[in-house]
């Protein structure tokens, strides 16, 4: 095949198969080796990453080498540089909303092939284990973070740089021309999907939408309330009203965000800066008694009790889905004896491989928000500055573009 496309390219053929070939054949032409390419690594906490040149070893046995196109930046990201405090886990490749071209699989492939559009999955679907088994979860028995929990990463990289091994953030690692996945982990979307757009379906928006629709399971005409108002927040948003809600609440301490909020549904705004009550009492006496749903999109235990205690007593149900492990969360007893409920959420509840591609062509069929949360585009080499610019709460999304397709 591939002898006979370089014939074929360099007889004369009509442009549209000589294109066609010359693109297959520099998607092969790495296929078995090392890659040499541009990564930003993390190399300790709280410092900026620096653009280096990695190593990216060729895949293994059901593994599938990704030419990265485009990805977001995430609280995550940031949470594990400068909040999470592991040194265990540096130096890193980070980045986990990505989307890409598969650039070749190794043996024992058979469902991917070159060319193909890809999303990383920061949860892998095995569909063998117990968990992919039930339809009650979308944990997998093995995923990476089964064995690496505290240092976010998966320590089986692919990845060196300057003779030293560097671990993949979330097993993803996209703020790299190139990365390395199992199969298990990677979901194969259309064709016609931008990459740039969908990449944000590697974790923000699948996260908070499906906090909302998978895991809180708001009901039509309910009243909810979302606290932070980033990507995730803001998906939340949008899941609480595509379920139907009546009323959705957006809280967050950047009153700069709720122009935004407006686009994706929210009724009513609450800035606690602005209040000196607990914010649960605010959202009771707007209530009457407090939200059916509260949806936590910040990653802080404060902001975690107060969720739950602006929920209504009896059936009020409050979805942890900021991230953080920093800390005890606490809470009155009598505020789950008086029928509350508190749970968490990873990746919305979704079963990522078949999750994904359906959210894809949900937003190809102009059924899901995707452009609305981008507010900037750049360059992989600006990263710091997407950083900064999320930690300035500047942003919702910045989408680098990382090579090009
Ligand atoms: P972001 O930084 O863009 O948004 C956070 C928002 O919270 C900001 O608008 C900020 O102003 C607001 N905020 C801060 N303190 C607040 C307070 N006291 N009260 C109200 N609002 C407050 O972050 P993001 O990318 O949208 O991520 C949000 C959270 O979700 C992070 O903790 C991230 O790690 C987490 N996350 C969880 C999962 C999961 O699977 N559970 C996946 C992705 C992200
Ligand atoms: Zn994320």
């Given at each position: 095949?591939?002898?006979?496309?370089?014939?074929?390219?360099?007889?004369?053929?009509?442009?549209?198969?000589?294109?066609?070939?010359?693109?297959?054949?520099?998607?092969?032409?790495?296929?078995?080796?090392?890659?040499?390419?541009?990564?930003?690594?993390?190399?300790?906490?709280?410092?900026p990453m620096v653009i280096e040149e990695i190593e990216v070893?060729?895949?293994?046995?059901?593994?599938?080498?990704?030419?990265?196109?485009?990805?977001?930046?995430?609280?995550?990201?940031?949470?594990?540089?400068?909040?999470?405090?592991?040194?265990?886990?540096?130096?890193?490749?980070?980045?986990?909303?990505?989307?890409?071209?598969?650039?070749?699989?190794?043996?024992?492939?058979?469902?991917?092939?070159?060319?193909?559009?890809?999303?990383?999955?920061?949860?892998?679907?095995?569909?063998?284990?117990?968990?992919?088994?039930?339809?009650?979860?979308?944990?997998?028995?093995?995923?990476?973070?089964?064995?690496?929990?505290?240092?976010?990463?998966?320590?089986?990289?692919?990845?060196?740089?300057?003779?030293?091994?560097?671990?993949?953030?979330?097993?993803?690692?996209?703020?790299?021309?190139?990365?390395?996945?199992?199969?298990?982990?990677?979901?194969?979307?259309h064709d016609s999907a931008p990459l740039d757009k969908v990449?944000?379906?590697?974790?923000?928006?699948?996260?908070?939408?499906?906090?909302?629709?998978?895991?809180?399971?708001?009901?039509?005409?309910?009243?909810?309330?979302?606290?932070?108002?980033?990507?995730?927040?803001?998906?939340?948003?949008?899941?609480?009203?595509?379920?139907?809600?009546?009323?959705?609440?957006?809280?967050?301490?950047?009153?700069?965000?709720?122009?935004?909020?407006?686009?994706?549904?929210?009724?009513?705004?609450?800035?606690?800066?602005?209040?000196?009550?607990?914010?649960?009492?605010?959202?009771?006496?707007?209530?009457?008694?407090?939200?059916?749903?509260?949806?936590?999109?910040?990653?802080?235990?404060?902001?975690?009790?107060?969720?739950?205690?602006?929920?209504?007593?009896?059936?009020?149900?409050?979805?942890?889905?900021?991230?953080?492990?920093?800390?005890?969360?606490?809470?009155?007893?009598?505020?789950?004896?008086?029928?509350?409920?508190?749970?968490?959420?990873?990746?919305?509840?979704?079963?990522?491989?078949?999750?994904?591609?359906?959210?894809?062509?949900?937003?190809?069929?102009?059924?899901?928000?995707?452009?609305?949360?981008?507010?900037?585009?750049?360059?992989?080499?600006?990263?710091?500055?997407?950083?900064?610019?999320?930690?300035?709460?500047?942003?919702?999304?910045?989408?680098?573009?990382?090579?090009?397709?």
């Open positions: 095949m591939f002898l006979y496309l370089r014939q074929i390219q360099t007889i004369a053929v009509p442009f549209f198969f000589s294109e066609v070939a010359h693109t297959l054949h520099r998607v092969m032409a790495t296929a078995g080796q090392v890659i040499k390419c541009k990564a930003a690594i993390a190399w300790e906490p709280n410092k070893a060729p895949p293994q046995a059901h593994e599938i080498r990704i030419k990265i196109v485009a990805t977001g930046v995430c609280h995550t990201d940031l949470y594990h540089l400068f909040e999470g405090n592991n040194k265990e886990g540096f130096p890193a490749v980070l980045g986990h909303e990505g989307a890409g071209i598969v650039e070749s699989v190794g043996p024992g492939v058979t469902k991917f092939k070159p060319g193909d559009k890809v999303i990383p999955l920061f949860i892998s679907q095995c569909g063998q284990c117990k968990f992919c088994k039930s339809p009650k979860t979308n944990l997998c028995e093995r995923s990476w973070s089964n064995e690496r929990y505290d240092v976010m990463s998966d320590i089986d990289s692919r990845f060196t740089c300057r003779g030293k091994k560097v671990l993949q953030f979330m097993g993803t690692s996209t703020f790299s021309e190139y990365t390395v996945l199992n199969e298990i982990a990677v979901a194969k979307i990449c944000l379906l590697g974790c923000g928006i699948p996260t908070g939408y499906g906090a909302a629709v998978n895991t809180a399971k708001v009901e039509p005409g309910s009243t909810c309330a979302v606290f932070g108002l980033g990507a995730v927040g803001l998906a939340a948003v949008m899941g609480c009203k595509a379920a139907g809600a009546a009323r959705i609440i957006a809280v967050d301490v950047n009153k700069d965000k709720f122009e935004k909020a407006k686009v994706f549904g929210a009724t009513d705004f609450v800035n606690p800066k602005e209040h000196s009550k607990p914010i649960s009492q605010v959202l009771a006496e707007m209530t009457n008694g407090g939200v059916d749903f509260s949806l936590e999109c910040v990653g802080n235990v404060e902001v975690m009790r107060s969720a739950l205690e602006s929920c209504v007593k009896g059936w009020g149900v409050s979805v942890l889905v900021g991230w953080t492990d920093m800390h005890d969360f606490s809470a009155r007893p009598i505020q789950l004896i008086a029928g509350r409920t508190w749970k968490g959420t990873l990746f919305g509840g979704f079963k990522s491989k078949d999750g994904v591609p359906k959210l894809v062509n949900e937003y190809l069929a102009r059924k899901l928000k995707l452009d609305e949360f981008v507010t900037h585009t750049m360059t992989l080499d600006r990263v710091n500055d997407a950083v900064e610019l999320m930690k300035h709460g500047k942003c919702i999304r910045t989408v680098l573009n990382v090579s090009r397709q």
